[in-house]
């Protein structure tokens, strides 16, 4: 793809990434639907440029894709780089998981994706898909494996839709490190009414990872990567004339990835010892 204006959707656009890179694309003259859920959050983004217009779009629901579609069908009739950014963070032990939160995970960060691909299919020809997914994908972070296993699938859905789609479509998985955003502190008060949820022996029994989830969120929010890192790399992948599949960003991310190629009982002993030194 050369670097003429370019048409964009992204999803999540309130804040963190998408509203970052929203930012970056629309200096740099390209048109940007921006997707967001609340009319604030529409009149705010829309302020910062004229390239930006906000789209109601909840990924999670049906409708609001559908409504979404026609709307910027309406204003465009194609799509050169479509953004999955929206997502959240369940967490939690595993034995004691709510399975609507669960559900709730998937139907954000994977099944949302998805359903937001199928629907805008018809303007994507020839363009590209990239999916902020995480160095969680690789499954080797205790506590948060619901936030992991809907990277790891939406990783493993969209490698096969790479294979198998016959419109052209350039799939990119981008997996950044823990960044400062906004989606720590609501994954900090996610994890804790999920431990409201559940009887006293069982808050006993993992009261101690509470406190370090809580512990390694916040400083996640306040020490993880910098936003333009991402952002950056989201830009190069746009301009590039054949990008890669996969980028990892940020060393824990590079390290995560090389951990992960190891068998699987040597890293559930290094994990194991780490939680030890909680």
């Known amino acids: 793809m050369n670097k003429k204006s370019k048409t964009i959707l992204i999803t999540g656009a309130s804040s963190g990434i998408g509203r970052e890179t929203a930012i970056r694309l629309a200096k740099e ?19 910062l440029s004229k390239n930006i217009q906000g789209v109601y779009l909840d990924v999670a629901n049906q409708s609001s894709i559908d409504k979404a579609f026609w709307f910027v069908m309406k204003n465009t009739d194609k ?15 595993v034995e004691f998981l709510d399975i609507k939160k669960l559900k709730e995970q998937f139907d954000v960060n994977t099944f949302g994706a998805l359903l937001v691909v199928q629907k805008f299919l018809p303007l994507l020809n020839n363009g590209r898909i990239i999916n902020i997914s995480s160095m969680a994908s690789t499954g ?7 936030y992991c296993a809907s990277k790891r699938a939406l990783d493993i ?11 052209n479509i350039k799939v990119i998985s981008v997996k950044p490190a823990a960044i400062k955003t906004p989606i720590w502190n609501k994954s900090v008060k996610s994890t804790r009414e999920s431990f409201e949820n559940i009887n006293e022996i069982a808050k006993e029994k993992y009261l101690k990872e509470l406190f370090f989830l809580e512990k390694n969120a916040l400083e996640n929010n ?3 990567i910098e936003i333009y ?6 830009i190069e992948i746009i301009n590039a004339k054949n990008p890669k599949s996969t ?17 699987q009982d040597f890293i559930n002993r290094l994990i194991k010892f780490r939680l030890g030194k909680i």
């Open 247 to 263: 980028y990892n960003v940020g060393i824990q991310a590079v390290l995560a990835d090389v951990i992960s190629k190891f068998p």
């Open 229 to 234: 890192v991402v952002v950056d790399k989201i």
């Open 140 to 146: 080797i972070f205790p506590f948060i494996s619901p």
């Open 29 to 47: 003259g390209h048109k940007v639907f921006a997707g967001i859920r609340r009319k604030v959050d529409k009149i705010e983004i829309e302020k």
């Open 79 to 93: 799509i050169d780089v479509l953004i999955n950014n929206a997502g959240i963070v369940v967490a939690g032990p």
């Open 157 to 167: 859905l969209f490698n096969s839709f790479a294979v198998e789609n016959k419109n």
């Open 222 to 224: 306040n020490k993880g």
